[in-house]
């Protein structure tokens, strides 16, 4: 699948991580603030199988103490304070359902890529309930979300279940099988990391028609040069800072 849509140039990394507390409604709510039009995020499931928007498998570094979210239910979660541990100005926050996201998202006018981050031995059910959500509540006011993953069952799952919304693969280290990779999950996208990104595989990947999108560039000078190489998008902690100075 093409991509239906230009991606934006500058993507708020978990909402605008380095700003406001990541994968929150006040950090989405600050990315908007900043100026991007896009925001990234991660979902995963708590025990109770809702689609929750958090990092980490563990809420020990953003919510306030160990606990992981897949052995925790919703409700269990939402009681966390995801906020404080970021400023005292954000004490309060709490780790949204990916539903909540959704309709800041739409208040906002935020597009999004969506990244689902599975815990171990739940792929496909994470990705078939964060579909089903997206199908259910996207406005038709936005681009329809990217579907990105580093876990290729949960994109096979997401082609499955919504071949109607684009795919992208994550990647770490570009592997040997990334075209084919690309190529059987029918996606549109190549999502690799900035570290030791061989800027060869980003023409290869344009020539053949992907969208290619960097995380995390937190650097304007290494933002503009990438986004200069043909880079697509930059997914960046940082969005005033990279928008101010590309
Ligand atoms: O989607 C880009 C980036 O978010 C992938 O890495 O660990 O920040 O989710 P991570
Ligand atoms: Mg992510």
């Known amino acids: 699948m093409r991509l239906p849509y230009t991606l934006p140039k500058v993507i708020g990394h978990r909402g605008a991580a380095g700003r406001a507390p990541e994968n929150t409604l006040a950090g989405f709510a600050e990315a908007a603030r900043l ?37 925790l239910s919703y409700a269990e979660i939402a009681e966390r304070d995801a906020g404080s541990w970021f400023g005292p100005a954000f004490t309060g926050e709490r780790v949204p359902s990916l539903e909540a996201v959704v ?7 935020l597009g999004a890529n969506v990244e689902i981050k599975p815990a171990p031995g739940l792929a496909t059910q994470t990705a078939v309930s964060a579909l089903s959500v997206l199908r259910a509540d996207w406005p038709d006011s936005l681009d329809p979300p990217l579907i990105s993953s580093f876990n290729r069952e949960a994109l096979a799952a997401a082609q499955d279940c919504a071949p109607e919304l ?24 190549l ?11 980003v023409d290869e990947a344009k020539a053949a028609g992907f969208g290619v999108a960097v995380y995390t560039v937190n650097d304007p000078e290494e933002a503009r040069h990438l986004l200069g190489a043909g880079v697509d998008a930059v997914i960046t902690d940082l969005p005033d800072d990279i928008l101010e100075r590309i």
């Open 35 to 71: 100026g991007v039009t896009w925001v990234e995020f991660d979902v995963m499931l708590s025990a109770d199988g809702v689609p929750v928007v958090h990092h980490d498998h563990d809420l020990a570094r953003t919510a306030g103490g160990p606990g992981r979210v897949a052995e």
């Open 103 to 109: 309709k800041e998202l739409a208040r906002l006018g």
């Open 166 to 189: 684009p795919r992208g693969l994550l990647i770490e280290r570009v592997p040997e099988d990334w075209r084919d990779a690309l190529a059987r999950l029918d996606c549109a996208t």
């Open 191 to 201: 999502h690799p990391s900035r570290k030791g990104l061989d800027l060869a595989v």
